[in-house]
Structures are given as C-alpha cells and as structure tokens.
Nanobody, 115 residues
Framework: QVQLVESGGGWVQPGGSLRLSCAASGSIFSLYDMGWYRQAPGKQRELVAG???????NYADSVKGRFTISRDNAKNTVYLQMNSFKPEDTAVYYC?????????WGQGTQVTVSS
C-alpha cells in the first residue's frame, strides 16, 4: 500500500504560480512512476504531467511550457510547478503513483484560478 499526501493548492490569480507537492510512503519511491492528474467540475480526470522512475517526463499539451514536474527521491516527493495560470486550470489536482500494475491516488488538492 502506498499513501500519497498532496499539498500546496489554493487560490491564485491568472498569470500566477503555485507549486504542488506530493509526499509518498514506501521505501522504493525511486521505482514509482509518478503523475499529476486534474479533474474540473463536469469533466473527466485528465493527465497533467508524468515522470517515470528514470526521470522521463511528459505533459498534456494544455500545460506544456507552463507546468514542470520533478521528483526528489531522497524526500519521497514529487512536485508540480505551475506558472502562467489560466482560468481553465481550475480543478482538483491529484497525485498518482504507479507501482508495477497498481495505481494509487492521493486525496486531491483544489486549485482555483480567478481574478
């Protein structure tokens, strides 16, 4: 069992920045593929960014150039640096860990972009 705890969400103005953190349990965090997903009201959950155990990253087209995913294996933590916010970035953001074929989810953190 892997537990994920997100933090760092909140309210931000368009054009602003936030950094989300996700702390994971387990002694083999470095072997997890990690990702950030988001779900806006009335929409399906979508992948925002992912980072493999080897450090390869991928991003949704809508966030490329604005969001950056990174990981610190010594701290069992994955981060999502979000810049240049748009109102359409408003959503609940979820951390995800893929361990072999099993996926684990955090509880989610709300990000609201509004002026």
């Amino acid at each position: 069992q892997v537990q994920l705890v997100e933090s760092g969400g909140g309210w931000v103005q368009p054009g602003g920045s936030l950094r989300l953190s996700c702390a994971a349990s387990g002694s083999i965090f470095s072997l997890y593929d990690m990702g950030w997903y988001r779900q806006a009201p009335g929409k399906q959950r979508e992948l925002v960014a992912g980072i493999t155990s080897g450090g390869s990253t991928n991003y949704a087209d809508s966030v490329k150039g604005r969001f950056t995913i990174s990981r610190d294996n010594a701290k069992n933590t994955v981060y999502l640096q979000m810049n240049s916010f748009k109102p359409e970035d408003t959503a609940v953001y979820y951390c995800n860990a893929k361990v072999t074929i099993v996926r684990y989810w955090g509880q989610g953190t709300q990000v609201t972009v509004s002026s």
